[in-house]
C-alpha cells in the first residue's frame, strides 16, 4: 500500500479498484502481480478491522452480568442473503 490506510472504507474502495484493474485483463504480469500483492494487503486490513468491530459490537452485547449474548439480525428485505 502506497500510503498507510486508516479507514476501512478507504480500503475496501482502493481493493475494489485493483479488482477492476484486474479482471479488464490488460495489465502486463508484473503489474498484475503487484496488484494483486496489494490487494491481499488490503484484504488483510478489511479483514482485521471487520474483526476489530466484531469484537466491539461483542463487548456492546454483555449482558449486566457480563455474558455475551446474541441477537438475531433482521434483513431489510427480508431474504435470507439480503436480496
Known sequence: MSRKL?????ALEKLS?????LEEGNLSLDE?????EEGVK???????KLDEAEQK???LLKDQ???VY???FEQENGGENGF
Open 65 to 67: 452480568k457480563g455474558e
Open 70 to 72: 446474541t441477537e438475531e
Open 17 to 21: 479498484r485493483i479488482v477492476e484493474k
Open 32 to 36: 498484475a502481480i503487484k496488484a494483486f
Open 42 to 48: 488490503l484484504c488483510r486490513f478489511c479483514a482485521k
Open 6 to 10: 486508516t479507514k476501512f472504507e478507504d
Open 57 to 59: 459490537v461483542a463487548l
